[in-house]
């Protein structure tokens, strides 16, 4: 197709927020392109990006309408919810929050003793956690190097314990960062770190000054003892996967000051522009959509890789494993009928170049297709010899050896012996998208979120699919519940499970202390 069409490589790319996206090596013609922009329009795809920018109730089965753009709108804008303009107390969320930010930044707030606060510990899981400790590493050049930042999200203590060990609770702040607040591994963290913090300070009005909640459940905050002046809230069309922008980004902004949070929400806002307002064949979630969806029901292709090409976004690809498998692991359209195509695929993915030396392997001379997004920067944030040129010459040698490959014959004319050359043979064609920014800042990572928000709804548009509800979140919330009382209750339990879960359960509670 290069051969065919070598203007493609100019051509075939697209820019906008600060990113350049080049996707000239996937395995598409114009003509391809034109007809995968036909299914978009066949799906109302237009119309739909309209209804969630307008606030409509797209996400169904819950009732609600998406609203993560309004959390990135500016102060002059109106989206009304049930009547009311919800951006003026957007902005006063977000003045709350940098009011806090700045006296724990200044060291004017202070722990119970007096000390100030150097330690900050976000207590969340899933979309409570994954979006601040990835978006904290992802900016941690930007950040306040005298300031701990720990995220302790699992139920297992290790978490917890491994997370404090080092920590002075006099001088130790904790973000409790749920939702709902009624997640069990978040109010057991909570609570644990409630008893280690009284444990050290002996008084239950050390609470106020070392907690602070983050939530849309003012009661069960107020329940669990943290003063809801000190609650930072938002609202129930904030999906957790898509929370990173609202009070859920406070540990970040503790971490950046309120200025570069805001520059990182103003990426965010120049994406949802972009999206809103450019032609669907200019507009980059689109194409990125599209792209996906050509390998996922044209190819067969069951997952796809992201490789960022840079250490602070190392979290990345597990934070986009969240944004697009929980929205689009669905197999029920909206209608609730099964769906007879492939919906959402598997996202992994490793930094590169780490991931060269493990299972690029596999990408080169596998069996499977695993398009890519290759990531990376112009400039790197710790210049050091010849460290980024060889960096980024290893991503844009990948993408070149993975669309062209190595022939037999280039093989054989290297000297290889005739039962060496199958094995060094790169059959070639493995797409890849590059996406390229000048430098890693806020505004560009506020970007590169919105672009992969957009595009797994983009997605989950043409798949017809709610890409805003988690039921299968909802489904573990409540399964361990009758186990974890069956392993500790003191009398042994009539067990009505499978005879394998019945096993297990037996075998835990052998292996129990006595009570
Ligand atoms: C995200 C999901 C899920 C959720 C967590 C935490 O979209 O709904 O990952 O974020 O289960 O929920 P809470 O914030 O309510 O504790």
């Not at 299914?39 to 307008?54: G, V």
């Not at 029920?332 to 007879?340: E, K, N």
């Not at 890519?372 to 400039?379: K, P, S, W």
């Amino acid at each position: 197709m290069f051969a065919e069409d070598p203007g493609r490589g100019d051509q075939l790319v697209g820019e906008a927020a600060g990113l350049y996206l080049d996707y000239s090596k996937n395995r598409v013609t114009r003509e391809t392109l034109g007809l995968l922009l036909e299914l978009a329009e066949s799906a109302a795809l237009a119309e739909r990006i309209n209804a969630m920018f307008r606030g409509d109730r797209i996400n169904t089965t819950e009732n609600r309408p998406v609203l993560h753009i309004a959390l990135r709108a500016p102060r002059d804008a109106s989206i009304i919810v049930d009547g009311e303009n919800v951006v003026p107390k957007i902005h006063r969320v977000l003045n709350q929050m940098a009011a806090f930010a700045n006296q724990v930044r200044n060291r004017s707030w202070k722990g119970y003793t007096g000390k100030p606060i150097r330690n900050v510990v976000n207590i969340g899981i899933g979309g409570s956690s994954l979006g601040p400790v990835m978006a904290y590493d992802a900016l941690r050049h930007y950040s306040d190097r005298a300031l701990t930042h720990r995220f302790v999200s699992n139920v297992d203590a290790t978490d917890f314990a491994e997370s404090v060990r080092d920590l002075d609770p006099a001088e130790t702040l904790f973000i409790v960062a749920s939702k709902s607040f009624a997640t069990l591994e978040t109010l057991t963290n909570a609570k644990t770190a409630r008893a280690w913090l009284l444990t050290a300070l002996g008084d239950r009005d050390a609470v106020a000054r070392h907690f602070v909640a983050l939530s849309t459940n003012a009661e069960e905050v107020r329940r669990f003892g943290i003063d809801t002046d000190n609650m930072f809230g938002f609202w129930d069309w904030v999906g957790g996967r898509y929370s990173i922008d609202s009070a859920i980004g406070l540990s970040l902004m503790i971490a950046i000051g309120p200025e570069q949070f805001a520059q990182f929400l103003a990426g965010f806002r120049a994406m949802d522009d972009h999206f809103r307002s450019a032609p669907l064949d200019h507009n980059l979630p689109v194409l990125l959509g599209l792209l996906g969806i050509w390998y996922n029901d044209f190819f067969g292709a069951e997952s796809y890789a992201v490789l960022p090409y840079d250490t602070y976004l190392a979290r990345l690809p597990a934070y986009l494993q969240q944004l697009d498998m929980e929205s689009n692991g669905k197999r029920v359209d909206l209608d609730g009928s099964q769906v007879d195509y492939q919906t959402g695929p598997i996202v992994w993915g490793e930094p590169g170049t780490d991931g060269q030396h493990a299972f690029y392997q596999l990408i080169h001379q596998g069996t499977k297709l695993v398009p890519c997004d290759l990531i990376g920067f112009l400039e790197p944030l710790n210049p050091s010899g010849r460290h980024h040129d060889l960096l980024t010459a290893n991503l844009f040698a990948q993408a070149e050896a993975l669309a062209f490959g190595k022939t037999t014959d280039e093989v054989g004319a290297e000297g290889v012996t005739e039962s060496q050359i199958p094995h060094r043979t790169f059959p070639g064609n493995r797409p890849t998208n590059v996406i390229l920014g000048t430098r890693l800042s806020p505004a560009l990572l506020g970007a590169l979120i919105a672009l992969y928000e957009h595009k797994v709804f983009v997605q989950g548009s043409i798949w017809r699919v709610n890409s805003f509800d988690q039921w299968g979140v909802e489904l573990g919330k409540v399964l361990a519940r009758q186990i974890a009382s069956e392993l500790e209750e003191p009398a042994e339990p009539t067990l009505a499970h499978d005879s394998s879960t019945n096993a297990l359960i037996h075998r835990y509670r052998a292996a129990r202390p006595p009570s």
